[in-house]
């Protein structure tokens, strides 16, 4: 059973108590179940993996379609847990998610996740170039969702199972296309990027404005694959988040960052 202090979140029942807490936020539609297995592969780190409304274990529950109610109620949530040194990771919408709970919690004069981990979603000043979807028909909708790759084909042939799914990723849509962008002051966490080599939702010049948005040190790797790298790169992903949160810990010894297993780009700015 998975243990977690709150329905928000769930560790997997590993590394419970280490010193360091990586917080994980979800792309559009999906859940914490695509972390499952990073604790096993971040022994050091408690993994804590947002479980957002209108999914899995929370699929009756009404999903959020405004990012500022979401952050509002993440806030309240997360506020208990920020006791220890603790990093964000979010992937394409989770990216969003995880800049704006940083800027929230500034405003807020509450502790500062140390690195942000922010992969294929790109800088938020440009996004209101974005095409709307949250508000075309059901049909026309899901032919967008196919483009982007990220449902799979045995969902795509359960037609009672889009029906349970669809609620959720128009929401999370709709939290993405009516977010209103407001500069301010950069905020004091790395920013550690990723994009990947065929993505072409958040191409890599786009995914370098996340640079504008920190203070801090600003790095942007590139890893095999379109803009699902999160899946079909992981081992990659997570040797180089490992890598960084190392960097980050023992700052004092600089450690290179390799990732043998596959060709990647890095840009360190």
């Known amino acids: 059973m998975d243990y977690s202090p709150s329905i928000w979140f769930s560790n997997f029942s590993k590394n419970i108590g280490a010193p360091y807490r990586l917080f994980t936020f979800p792309f559009a539609g999906g859940g914490s179940a695509i972390y499952r297995q990073w604790p096993a592969r971040l022994p050091g780190v408690e993994v804590m993996a947002v479980c ?160 504008d948005q920190t203070s801090a040190g600003f790095s942007l790797s590139e890893l095999p694959g379109g803009h699902f790298f999160l899946k079909s790169a992981e081992s990659d992903l997570l040797q180089l988040i490992e890598a960084s949160l190392e960097q980050r810990q023992f700052r004092a010894v600089p450690m290179p960052v390799s990732c043998p297993t596959s060709q990647w780009r890095h840009d360190g700015v």
């Open 52 to 211: 957002l409304p209108g999914r899995e274990m929370r699929i009756e529950e009404a999903p959020f379609d405004s990012m500022a109610a979401l952050m509002q109620k993440l806030l309240q949530e997360i506020a208990p847990l920020l006791d220890r040194p603790f990093a964000f990771f979010g992937h394409s919408m989770g990216a969003l998610m995880a800049f704006e709970l940083a800027r929230q919690l500034a405003k807020m004069n509450l502790p500062q996740p140390e690195q942000l981990f922010l992969s294929a979603f790109q800088a938020p000043e440009n996004l209101a170039e974005r095409h709307i979807l949250h508000k075309l028909s059901d049909a026309d909708f899901l032919r967008q969702l196919i483009r982007y790759g990220g449902i799979p084909a045995a969902v795509l042939d359960a037609p009672e199972l889009l029906k349970m799914i669809l609620p959720a990723m128009r929401a999370d849509f709709s939290m993405i296309e009516t977010f209103g962008f407001n500069a301010g002051k950069p905020i004091a966490s790395d920013i550690v990027a990723f994009c990947g080599s065929h993505d072409h939702a958040a191409l890599r010049q786009d995914m370098l404005g996340w640079r």
